[in-house]
């Protein structure tokens, strides 16, 4: 069963969360929201599940932070193509413009396509302010303790056991493997190459151990302790009672 089929049956989990949520709402203001955790624990499908919960009561909107990461081909000029993902490779003078202007003003927000791996322009988005933003993603700073309107007002740390997350990358990357030998457009058409055993374990040593692990690590774990709010899975995607 799928993170989003489980979220279905744990309403009263998601319903605990998104009350938490209302009750933070100002009337006539914006709420921004921060939904971060590791790359594959479940972000965006819990993000979409939460917006479904709390558009019975307000207005939502739902945007990821991966339209913020810097065009490949700028990432490749800095040399940072190995580090996409991790906080030097975010436009966060454009995340913090983008946040400080929808709780006015409608603010155009770019969109990255996970299938060829770079930011697609005819994908970006126009937002009105809405009652709740939802901004869930990655490129998060640690709160500096002062409030600024370039900043999420509430931080929502999805956190899961380490070795349950590296699982469900490996899954989610020979998802796009087996995808791509369907769509020469793909990003993941250039292992098409490897066998299968062959793309898992260059998954595994090559993205998971060298990349995502150390972003987890260095960069995104340390938001866990700053987090206002934890929301924890099992290995079975299974939200747990905090």
Same mark, same amino acid.
């Given at each position: 069963?799928?993170?989003?089929?489980?979220?279905?049956?744990?309403?009263?989990?998601?319903?605990?969360?998104?009350?938490?949520?209302?009750?933070?709402?100002?009337?006539?203001?914006?709420?921004?929201?921060?939904?971060?955790?590791?790359?594959?624990?479940?972000?965006?499908?819990?993000?979409?599940?939460?917006?479904?919960?709390?558009?019975?009561?307000?207005?939502?909107?739902?945007?990821?932070?991966?339209?913020?990461?810097?065009?490949?081909?700028?990432?490749?000029?800095?040399?940072?193509?190995?580090?996409?993902?991790?906080?030097?490779?975010?436009?966060?003078?454009?995340?913090?413009?983008?946040?400080?202007?929808?709780?006015?003003? +409608?603010?155009?927000?770019?969109?990255?396509?996970?299938?060829?791996?770079?930011?697609?322009?005819?994908?970006?988005?126009?937002?009105?302010?809405?009652?709740?933003?939802?901004?869930?993603?990655?490129?998060?700073? +640690?709160?500096?303790?002062?409030?600024?309107?370039?900043?999420?007002?509430?931080?929502?740390?999805?956190?899961?056991?380490?070795?349950?997350?590296?699982?469900?990358?490996?899954?989610?990357?020979?998802?796009?493997?087996?995808?791509?030998?369907?769509?020469?457009?793909?990003?993941?058409?250039?292992?098409?190459?490897?066998?299968?055993?062959?793309?898992?374990?260059?998954?595994?040593?090559?993205?998971?151990?060298?990349?995502?692990?150390?972003?987890?690590?260095?960069?995104?774990? +340390?938001?866990?302790?700053?987090?206002?709010?934890?929301?924890?899975?099992?290995?079975?995607?299974?939200?747990?009672?905090?």
């Amino acid at each position: 069963m799928s993170f989003g089929e489980l979220l279905m049956k744990q309403s009263d989990e998601l319903e605990k969360l998104a009350s938490r949520l209302r009750r933070a709402h100002a009337d006539n203001c914006t709420l921004v929201v921060g939904l971060t955790g590791s790359v594959a624990c479940g972000k965006s499908t819990l993000a979409a599940a939460l917006s479904d919960v709390l558009s019975r009561t307000h207005s939502v909107e739902n945007v990821s932070t991966d339209g913020f990461l810097c065009p490949n081909n700028e990432l490749e000029a800095r040399g940072l193509m190995m580090r996409k993902g991790f906080p030097e490779s975010y436009d966060n003078t454009g995340m913090r413009w983008a946040i400080t202007r929808v709780r006015v003003l +409608p603010a155009v927000f770019p969109v990255h396509s996970h299938g060829t791996y770079d930011i697609d322009p005819a994908l970006a988005r126009t937002i009105a302010p809405p009652d709740i933003l939802l901004l869930e993603g990655l490129g998060f700073t +640690p709160p500096s303790g002062e409030e600024r309107a370039g900043e999420p007002d509430i931080l929502v740390y999805l956190d899961a056991e380490t070795p349950h997350i590296e699982t469900w990358f490996l899954d989610r990357f020979m998802q796009f493997w087996h995808a791509a030998a369907d769509d020469p457009t793909s990003f993941y058409r250039r292992f098409r190459g490897m066998t299968e055993k062959e793309a898992r374990t260059f998954a595994c040593t090559e993205v998971w151990e060298k990349i995502n692990l150390p972003n987890l690590e260095n960069h995104i774990l +340390p938001l866990r302790e700053r987090a206002d709010i934890i929301v924890r899975k099992d290995a079975e995607h299974r939200l747990l009672a905090a």
